[in-house]
């Protein structure tokens, strides 16, 4: 591939979770539509994610849950078994239209850019990231863990040394089941202390090939740059890996309803750059987000960056259109959106003190013997 390679799919315009769940939000279509309206999505870098069948989806999920799951989508029912074993049909993870078939087509894009990365290059898959997912049952909003697929997608590829980078505020509980002890994935995720799913504590190794980091409430720009400089790409480049795979939630951003960090989308960004060029493969997946806007404006530059675009000061009259036209009903944060919301891309910088627990959490990190 010369060029990054953008994957995604309409099923997600109109695709919600339910009327009050926080993925009642546009999200990929979002960022389809302000890459678009920018110039920087041309035909020949998008990509429509397939759908995933059900036989690549039990390379790791159990036939029983992906049969459950075509099942409740045609029939809109969940049985008491459905419920209990698989967690399908619960106020997090609700049955609604797509319930098979939106996942499945998120697993898709993930399992391709396996496929696309096999001799290299860049692939964004921003409708990825379900990280939460298990083997058996759905678990957080994610009916299918489509980063372990990736993975395994890569692994199939004859892809071995594999360093995933997790930067949303919620744990890779998930990524971590399918991939602890692996001697050669590394695993890297900062994430919020005490936030569910309250797995990840510092002590946790995940078997010999991990760094858990939790972070405490308020964390900022300068916070996640020493996490960066002094944890993230050291571990990452003495590790040498073939492929790195970037989760970039963006629901430890300042807005986000469901976290309580403190980041601009620069944080995110910084972090998206460092990697960048430390490995032949990049695929940079989603992940959290449920703030319409702060999701869009990052996850939209995200693109640009992986392109070498910057973003403009002032945004375009259709990309600010774009923003203007989103809504977030039930939220006290969509009823007076701040100017800037709509004008461009790119938050203020949040940056703070950097406090002591961070910098002696990251410098036992350091000190953890990874792969």
């Known amino acids: 591939m010369q060029k990054p390679v953008f994957i995604g799919h309409e099923i997600y315009r109109h695709s919600t979770y339910g009327r009050w769940h926080p993925l009642r939000v546009p999200r990929v279509s979002t960022v389809m539509d302000l890459s678009r ?11 429509t994610s397939p759908r995933a069948k059900p ?3 039990t390379n790791w999920h159990t036939g029983d ?3 459950a799951l075509q099942r409740v989508e045609e029939t809109q029912e969940t049985t008491e078994e459905d419920r209990a074993r698989h967690d399908i049909g619960s106020v997090t993870n609700p049955v609604f239209p797509e319930i098979f078939c939106r996942p499945a087509t998120a697993a898709g894009g ?28 759905a678990n957080g909003f994610c009916y299918l863990n489509d980063p372990v697929l990736a993975m395994l997608s ?13 930067i949303d505020a919620h744990h890779p509980d998930g990524v971590e089941e399918g991939f602890g002890g692996d001697p050669e994935c590394l695993m890297i995720s900062v994430h919020e202390a005490r936030l569910w799913p309250r797995t990840g504590p510092i002590e946790n190794d995940g078997g010999g090939n991990a760094a858990n980091l939790p972070v405490p409430r308020g964390f900022n720009d300068s916070e996640m ?27 430890g951003l300042e807005e986000d309803p469901l976290s309580h960090m403190a980041l ?18 990049l695929l940079v997946l989603g992940g959290g987000g449920y703030n319409p806007w702060s999701v869009g404006r990052l996850w939209a530059q995200v693109w640009g960056v992986l392109n070498g675009l910057e973003a403009p000061e002032v945004l375009p009259e259709a990309a600010e259109q774009v923003l203007r036209g989103l809504r977030f009903d039930g939220n006290r944060r969509g009823k007076n959106p701040p100017a800037h919301w709509f004008k461009t891309l790119k938050d203020a910088p949040r940056e703070g003190v950097v406090r002591s627990e ?12 990874l792969p």
Not at 110 to 134: C, F, K, Q, W
């Open 37 to 47: 309206a920018l110039g920087w999505l041309p035909p020949e870098q998008f990509i």
């Open 65 to 67: 849950y992906i049969a």
């Open 264 to 281: 601009s989308n620069n944080a995110q960004l910084d972090v998206l750059r460092g990697l960048m060029g430390m490995a032949p493969r």
């Open 110 to 137: 993930s399992i391709l850019a396996g496929e696309l990365l096999r001799d290299g290059g860049v692939v964004y898959n921003p409708a990825g990231g379900t990280h939460h997912g298990m083997p058996d049952r």
């Open 225 to 251: 740059a020493l996490v960066r400089e002094e944890l993230i790409l050291p571990k990452v480049a003495a590790f040498q890996p073939e492929a790195i795979v970037l989760l970039c939630g963006a629901d």
């Open 55 to 57: 036989r690549a989806l």
């Open 154 to 166: 890569l692994r199939h590829q004859g892809v071995r040394r594999i360093a995933y980078v997790d």
């Open 358 to 369: 961070i910098r002696e959490s990251v410098a036992l990190l350091s000190r953890r013997s």
